[in-house]
C-alpha cells in the first residue's frame, strides 16, 4: 500500500480544479451590487442609515427648538430695553424738569398754556429766530422725527413747539416768517421777557444774549436739547445734538410703547 501511495497523490495532482466562469469589468461590479442588496445591513457589517420620514421628525424638532430658544431671547431683550427705559423716565422725572404751566403767545397771537397740549405727545425746542445754523439744524431734525411718526401706521401725532429764547426781536411776526420754512403743524411761542424767562428756568434752559454788533445784531447763547412731553404733559426724555433724527424716532417710539398714564 505505502508502495502504491506515491501514485494515488499523483493521480490526486492530476485532478483539475472546477472551473468557475470569470466576470470580467463593469458585469463583475454589477453583480457584487446585486449581492450586497441582498444582505441586509447587519450582514454587510455597516450601521443602518435612518428612514427619511425619522431624519424628517428629528429636524423638524431641532428648528422648533432653536426658534423658541431665539424668540425667547428676543422677549427677554426687549422687555429688558423696556425696563431700563422706565428706569430713565422715572430718573428724569424726579428732576422736576418742565414742572408749572405756562403761558405764552403762539405765531398766529393765540395764547397758549401747557395744558393746551394736553393728551398730545410734545417735542420742544428752545432757540432764535437770528440763529445762524445750529437753531435750523435742530428744527430740521425735530420736524423730520415727527415726520417719520407720522408716516408710521396707529402711532399718535406729536406736536412740534419752538420755543424763542429772544422775545426781544421774536415777537408773532417774526415767529410766524420763521415757522412756515419747517412744518405745517410746527407752533413758534413767544411772550415777555419774564415769561420766557419762567418757561426757560422749568426747563433748565440757560440762555444769554451777546453784545450788541454796530448794526444792534447779536447772538444768543442757549443750552442745545429737544424735550418731549409725554400726554400726561409730564417731562419724559431729552435729546442732545448729537443723536441723530433716526435715534430720536426710535426712542419716541419707545415711550409710546410703553406709556401708562399716572393721572387715571
Known amino acids: 500500500m505505502l508502495a502504491r501511495a506515491p501514485k494515488a497523490w499523483h493521480g490526486l495532482f492530476l485532478l483539475r480544479p ?4 470569470r466576470i470580467q469589468g463593469a458585469e463583475a461590479g454589477q453583480v457584487r451590487y446585486r449581492l450586497l442588496a441582498r444582505q441586509g445591513p447587519a450582514e454587510t457589517g455597516k450601521p443602518g442609515q435612518p428612514r427619511g420620514p425619522r431624519l ?12 423658541g430658544l431665539g424668540g425667547a431671547w428676543l422677549a427677554l431683550r426687549a ?6 427705559q422706565q428706569q430713565r423716565t422715572e430718573a428724569l422725572r424726579r428732576a422736576a424738569v418742565g414742572q408749572g404751566d405756562f403761558s405764552l403767545l403762539d405765531h398766529r397771537g393765540q395764547v397758549r398754556c401747557k395744558a393746551d397740549f394736553r393728551g398730545q405727545w410734545v417735542l420742544i425746542y428752545f432757540g432764535f429766530t437770528h440763529c445762524p ?3 435750523p439744524d435742530e428744527l430740521e431734525k425735530l420736524v423730520q422725527v415727527v415726520r417719520q411718526l407720522e408716516a408710521e401706521p396707529g402711532l399718535p401725532p406729536v406736536q412740534p413747539l419752538f420755543i424763542t429764547v429772544d422775545p426781544e426781536r421774536d415777537d408773532v411776526a417774526a415767529m410766524a416768517r420763521y415757522v412756515q ?3 405745517p403743524r410746527l407752533l413758534g411761542l413767544t411772550g415777555s421777557a419774564e415769561q420766557i424767562a ?4 422749568s426747563y433748565r434752559v440757560y440762555y444769554s444774549a451777546g453784545p450788541k454788533d454796530e448794526d444792534q ?5 442757549h443750552s442745545i436739547a429737544i424735550y418731549l412731553l409725554s400726554p400726561d404733559g409730564l417731562f419724559t426724555d431729552y435729546y442732545g445734538r448729537a443723536r441723530s433724527a433716526q435715534q430720536i424716532t426710535d426712542s419716541v417710539r419707545g415711550h409710546m410703547a410703553a406709556f401708562r398714564s399716572v393721572l387715571h
Do not use: M, N
Open 18 to 21: 472546477l472551473a468557475l466562469p
Open 56 to 67: 424628517q421628525t428629528r429636524l423638524l424638532i431641532t428648528a422648533l427648538i432653536g426658534a
Open 79 to 84: 422687555e429688558k430695553e423696556q425696563w431700563r
Open 133 to 135: 445754523d445750529i437753531c
Open 181 to 183: 420754512d419747517f412744518h
Open 198 to 201: 419762567q418757561v426757560s428756568r
Open 217 to 221: 445784531d447779536y447772538i444768543v447763547d
